[in-house]
């Protein structure tokens, strides 16, 4: 099945690498998802935030480098890069199931990723043409539910941001993605600075710095050990395919080693820069931060609400969390969308727009999850939580597990230094993590959750 690599698109330059990456790192995960993860795990916010960061070093970074190794090696989609490099190595077919996961995962991910992007864009679209006016966190409340009662309401701006997505990545991969994330991507970075300034001075940041790093031990609530990790797998977008996707792009001299330091680091900073600017005007404003998955849609507008600027400043914010999330959705569609293209030699604009079209529809069963099929529910959870958790707590750390083996202990050192090009001691222990502290780490966070904490429920 290995594909002609002649025709292949090749980013345009080592720094536009960096910016998709960094594009798909930053996004929900960062804004939305760190937040209501954070504001859930009160008690213990602290080692949920210290888990994830140290995830980030220990395990994110040399994933990250491991998967564009895989990628640019065999140098095409997922599913082909693995069976490419399976061969290369003299290791079985089999391992090409690990881009096939990879390339449903990110499917099955973008189906609810979209609907609450659509969150994002119907709260931007209120901001700009009327403004959002919550006076009381009851007010704020009542708005969130009524948008999630409303399935029509819900699956029209979700099917706005498939549209958005889809057609980022039919224009290709030069001209779609990396366009897209060299005018998107500046601008968030813009947008992000100016809020959280503002977020510093009318908002309460020591309490928000307190509130994110307090390791307040006595109280570590089940689920946050493995919440911490799958967010730094979550943030980092890896496990399912999209970083092996974007990789496969990556030229021959680019080093791999030093781009994918730059790539964490952004990610990881972008991510707390968030957090600090959303916690600071949640306590400025004496808010709840354990509001759940709708946390910043419901506190939020109540200090956009009360604050000078306020409607500027909330168009903005959504504005910002709009980029974040569709520099992301791109990284969840190319991954099967390179597959088809790559397999079937079919247009690339096709499978982009059919390809969307049953995760558009998944999506909506998502929608009706929030009401009308809200009694519907696998292992007491809707649609939506369930998706998130399988893909979150179970398939991106299992996957990250078997690319740690894979690299660490199946491709061969002649592969593997080939790829990554960096002075002796930098690659050992690169190497040796890869080898040892992954497949541990991850290991002792899932026998600590299930056996310990049983905080998989
Ligand atoms: N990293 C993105 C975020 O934080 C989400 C994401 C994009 C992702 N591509 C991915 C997650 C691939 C897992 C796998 O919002």
């Known amino acids: 099945m290995s594909q002609s690599t002649s025709s292949r698109s090749t980013w345009s330059s080592r720094w536009a690498f960096i910016l998709v990456t960094i594009g798909s790192a930053v996004g929900l995960g960062n804004i939305w998802k760190f937040s209501y993860l954070a504001g859930a795990s009160e008690g213990s916010v602290g ?4 888990v994830y960061l140290a995830c980030v070093v220990l ?19 997922p599913v082909a890069a693995m069976l490419n490099t399976a061969r290369e190595s003299g290791n079985s077919s089999w391992w090409a199931l690990l881009g096939w996961v990879g390339i449903f995962g990110a499917l099955m991910i973008l189906s609810f990723y979209s609907v609450v992007s659509g969150w994002m864009v119907d709260y931007f679209w209120q901001s700009l043409v009327k403004g959002v006016q919550v006076g009381t966190p009851e007010e704020a409340k009542t708005a969130f539910e009524t948008m999630m009662a409303d399935p029509l309401r819900l699956s029209f701006w979700h099917t706005i941001f498939m549209i958005l997505t889809a057609g980022v990545i039919a224009r290709g991969v030069v001209g779609g993605i990396e366009t897209a994330n060299k005018i998107m991507l500046p601008l968030l970075f813009l947008i992000l600075v100016l809020l959280t300034l503002w977020g510093a001075w009318v908002g309460d940041m020591p309490a928000a710095l307190r509130f994110m790093f307090s390791l307040k031990t006595e109280a570590i609530k089940a689920g946050v050990v493995i919440d911490g990790m799958g967010h730094a797998f979550f943030s980092l977008s890896l496990g ?54 709708g946390l910043i849609l419901q506190t939020l507008p109540l200090a956009f609400t009360h604050m000078p600027g306020g409607r500027v400043f909330a168009t903005l914010f959504f504005l910002l969390v709009i980029f974040a999330a569709w520099t992301s959705s791109i990284s969840l569609l190319e991954p099967f969308v390179s597959w088809l293209t790559e397999r079937f030699g079919i247009r690339r604009a096709w499978v982009a727009w059919g390809t969307a079209l049953p995760v558009w ?9 929030f009401n009308d099929w809200s009694e519907f529910r696998i292992f007491d959870r809707n649609l939506f939580d369930m998706l998130d958790h399988l893909a979150t707590r179970f398939m991106m750390p299992l996957s990250g597990l078997a690319v740690a083996i894979y690299v660490g202990w199946k491709l061969g050192r002649i592969i593997v230094t080939d790829e990554i090009r960096l002075k002796q001691r930098a690659f050992s222990l690169w190497f040796n993590v890869l080898r040892f502290v992954v497949p541990v780490g991850i290991t002792l966070v899932f026998l600590y959750e299930l056996v310990l904490r049983d905080g998989f429920k």
């Open 47 to 50: 080692v949920f935030v210290v």
């Open 240 to 293: 399912m395919g999209a970083i092996m996707a974007y990789g496969s792009y990556l030229d021959r001299e680019t080093n791999i080693g030093h781009t994918c330091v730059w790539i964490a680091a952004a990610g990881a900073f972008i991510g707390l820069l968030c957090g600090a600017a959303i916690f600071s005007l949640t306590f400025g404003y004496g808010l709840e931060p354990a509001a759940g998955p």
């Open 59 to 77: 395990i994110g970074l040399p994933l990250l480098m491991a998967e564009i190794l895989i990628g640019r090696r065999g140098r095409s989609n």
């Open 361 to 369: 529809l998944l999506g909506v069963a998502v929608c009706l999850s």
